[in-house]
């Protein structure tokens, strides 16, 4: 009986791990607490639960991957200076060819 409920129990939670793999629940809560964020829901209980989802994913990331989680609230902080585009070179061709005639190697 043992070996049979335990057969049981593998069969249903692999079961159940691709169903959530496939349906991705998390990211469709997680877009239903921002949906309900961003139109400032008059409902005060949907909001709660909106924060809640909300405050749950933000600590999951940090949790488990704080350095990318540092890293982009670093970057966010910072100016958004792009660097200058480097300017062509009219001689490239001439240039190019000009070392090629040694017998370096």
Known sequence: ??????????????????????YR?????????????DRRAARWPVSLGAAIVIVLAVASVWTFHPRR?????????????????????PNWARNRTAG???ADG
């Open 25 to 37: 629940p998390g990211d469709r809560l997680l877009s239903w607490a921002q949906d309900v964020g």
């Open 1 to 22: 009986m043992n070996a049979l409920l335990l057969a049981a129990v593998l069969a249903a939670a692999t079961l159940t791990g691709y169903a959530a793999g496939r």
């Open 100 to 102: 090629t005639d040694t």
């Open 69 to 89: 989680s540092a890293a982009n609230r670093r970057s966010w902080r910072e100016e958004n200076t792009r660097t200058a585009t480097p300017a062509r070179d």
